[in-house]
């Protein structure tokens, strides 16, 4: 069974565009993430929600729009997709974020190339 | 075949050596470490934690060792495999709300 899930894995779209993602947990998990990886490998944290409620929002330019319907899903919404946007986006859950239930664990990324 | 990732440092060892990769943390605060092994095209897969109370941590095949007066980790692999091979990440945790600092990644290449 899936722990994290992510759709698509792929997604090829042009400049312009507005496209979403989508993440699901299966492992009761209140607390999910969205990463991004460059072309380096560089992971980065965007956002973090707990039960729905937004908890991290790093320096991410307002064209990305996280949407956490409930505590299982989080969904990563962006408008007007520049070239710059083309990396690798990963979803990740832990059980909470305080101590001793902060294990994170990923989704198998969505490869997002913008052309 | 990837192209990403091809400035990552990179670790070659021979199949059944032991392999030592190391990271350098930058938050004096940070009270969580994390081990990441990501494959090709997978995303990143846990691999073993230490809290700041402790200087060592051993599970199956791997060990992580944590030096905070230098801000030190490593992960040791015992007898690698060329199932090892994936680029390794060090994580951080300074606290708050669950904030991972993740480190520039290893890539390890294991050969027969």
């Known amino acids: 069974d899936t722990a994290v899930s992510q759709t698509p894995k792929y997604l090829v779209t042009q400049m312009g565009n507005d496209k979403s993602i989508k993440c699901e947990q299966n492992l009761g998990h209140d607390t999910m993430y969205w990463y991004k990886q460059d072309s380096k490998k560089f992971l980065k944290i965007m956002f973090s929600?707990?039960?729905?409620?937004?908890?991290i929002n790093e320096t991410v330019p307002n064209r990305f729009s996280p949407k956490s319907p409930d505590k299982a899903h989080l969904n990563l919404h962006i408008n007007s997709l520049e070239l710059g946007d083309s990396a690798v986006y990963f979803c990740?859950?832990?059980?909470?974020?305080?101590?001793?239930?902060?294990?994170?664990?990923f989704g198998p990324g969505t490869r997002l190339t913008v052309l | 075949g990837e192209s990403v990732g091809l400035h990552l440092p990179t670790l070659s060892v021979q199949e059944g050596d032991n392999s030592i990769i190391n990271c350098a943390y930058s938050?004096?605060?940070?009270?969580?470490f994390i081990w990441y092994k990501q494959e090709s095209g997978k995303g990143p897969q846990f691999i073993i934690d230490i809290r700041s109370n402790m200087d060592k941590r051993q599970g199956q095949r791997v060990t992580v060792l944590l030096n905070k007066t230098v801000k030190h980790l490593s992960l040791q692999i015992a007898a690698t495999q060329p199932g090892d091979s994936a680029v390794y990440f060090c994580a951080e945790n300074p606290g708050g709300y669950n904030k991972l600092i993740f480190g520039a990644g290893t890539r390890l290449a294991v050969h027969p």
């Open positions: 938050n004096s605060a940070s009270d969580y």
């Open positions: 929600y707990n039960n729905k409620e937004l908890i």
């Open positions: 990740a859950s832990s059980p909470s974020f305080g101590r001793d239930e902060d294990t994170q664990y």
